[in-house]
């Protein structure tokens, strides 16, 4: 059984930062191209960023400079460190395989922007 559970999220202040975690237990990631999805109230779930097998990077336009993908295969765990913090980055936060899911989504970690 796969199992992803994410962590690091919280209420801040905007221009503040904060390590989102995404450990993932039953699998291994070394062969999946992970992803940070967002999920913000009565939207869609978007692509926020994605890392390849190999620690190539990209990301979605509205966090480009301010968000870091990260990922550590031994320890089964892709990071996401958010910088400069926006209200409009407030959702819940997912993470699964980019081109195909390692596993059954998560219950995400809820980030809050607001003063």
């Known amino acids: 059984q796969v199992a992803l559970v994410e962590s690091g999220g919280g209420l801040v202040q905007p221009g503040g930062s904060l390590r989102l975690s995404c450990a993932v237990s039953?699998?291994?990631?070394?062969?999946?191209?992970m992803g940070w999805y967002r999920q913000a109230p009565g939207k869609q779930l978007d692509l926020v960023a994605g890392i390849s097998t190999s620690g190539n990077t990209n990301y979605a336009n509205p966090v480009k400079g301010r968000f870091t993908i990260s990922r550590d295969n031994a320890n089964r765990t892709v990071y996401l460190q958010m910088n400069k913090l926006k209200p409009e980055d407030t959702a819940v936060y997912y993470c699964n395989g980019l081109l195909r899911e390692i596993g059954t989504w998560g219950q995400g970690t809820q980030v809050t922007v607001s003063s």
């Open positions: 039953g699998r291994s990631i070394s062969t999946y191209a």
